[in-house]
């Protein structure tokens, strides 16, 4: 009997399929509650608002942070409506029309001219005359070298010019007026009185002064330098300065052309100049007369004078 229970309460062996047998799990730590089921009772709109007290007193601390501002506003807007009303007045009102337009320094610009270049009118509000357009305006024109206009209340424009002072012909193309820094301007009317007693300079280059016109106005400067030293001396009047591609100046002179070669403009140009003075003294009218080129290039102690021929001279 023993045996029997032992028999029966033997256990299967494992088989290579069978799995252990899990023990079931504790309670899940995920506990889900019921929900609460009252409901609340539901306030009105009327209700929820906050009450007016508490409305009023929040307006009214508003409202007295906003006081600086607002009264800043207020006064910024009064500022700006009597500035716009006065310059609505003194920008339309006849007594500020402006009744001249005067003009100074002129030379070569007649008041007329200059006053057709302005964009500025008599009977114009001198207040809304635009001054900076008049000026861009006269600047544009070639004689006008600077400018100046100011307001002279209550009915007036002041205009100053300050012109270009033509010195002498460059031949670049065809001829143009040039001032003493030895800039061109202005393109020459022959026909006029503007060019009348001013020295051509000729042998310039037009390429080379397009490549580089500060050093042709260099050039030229230095010429009438030159220039202003020969007529310090009282020596014959010159027509002509001719500038070779070496910067080695010929003077022309007026009356006959004879031909005075300088040399270069360098130490030694007022020394040679002075030598034409003595060999000019020992030339007799009918030599002077006849002279076609004085050498000076050379030393400065030298002098070569080359003469026409007499029959040259002989009237034909």
């Not at 006081?67 to 506003?73: E, F, G, K, Q």
């Not at 029309?97 to 001219?113: E, F, K, M, P, T």
């Not at 031909?259 to 403009?265: M, N, S």
Request: with cysteine.
């Amino acid at each position: 009997m023993d045996r029997s229970r032992r028999q029966g309460a033997r256990v299967a062996p494992r088989g290579p399929a069978s799995l252990p047998e899990k023990a079931p799990p504790r309670a899940s730590r995920l506990t889900i509650r019921p929900k609460n089921q009252r409901r609340r009772p539901t306030a009105s709109l009327w209700e929820r608002l906050p009450a007016p007290a508490v409305v009023a007193n929040a307006c009214g601390r508003a409202l007295r942070r906003a006081l600086p501002a607002l009264a800043a506003v207020g006064v910024l807007g009064a500022i700006g409506g009597t500035a716009w009303a006065g310059y609505e007045l003194v920008t339309h009102s006849q007594r500020f029309a402006i009744a001249q337009i005067s003009i100074r320094g002129n030379h070569h610009l007649a008041d007329d001219q200059i006053r057709a270049l302005l964009p500025i009118r008599v009977g114009d509000n001198v207040f809304a005359a635009d001054l900076d357009a008049a000026i861009r305006e006269l600047r544009a024109n070639p004689w006008v070298e600077s400018a100046e206009s100011h307001r002279v209340l209550p009915r007036t424009i002041a205009i100053e010019v300050h012109e270009h002072e033509p010195v002498a012909l460059a031949d670049l193309g065809g001829f143009y007026l040039v001032d003493a820094s030895g800039h061109p301007f202005k393109r020459a009317a022959l026909d006029t009185d503007d060019v009348d007693g001013l020295p051509i300079v000729t042998g310039l280059d037009r390429i080379a002064y397009l490549a580089d016109p500060a050093a042709t106005a260099h050039l030229v400067q230095s010429a009438l330098g030159a220039l202003s030293l020969w007529r310090a001396g009282g020596r014959p009047a010159i027509g002509e300065i001719h500038i070779d591609p070496h910067g080695a100046l010929t003077l022309h002179t007026f009356d006959r052309a004879t031909a005075v070669q300088l040399g270069g403009v360098d130490d030694g140009l007022a020394a040679r100049m002075r030598t034409f003075d003595a060999a000019w003294a020992e030339l007799s009218d009918d030599e002077r007369a006849r002279t076609r080129a004085v050498h000076l290039d050379t030393h400065s102690d030298h002098v070569t004078v080359a003469f026409n021929s007499a029959s040259a001279q002989k009237d034909p």
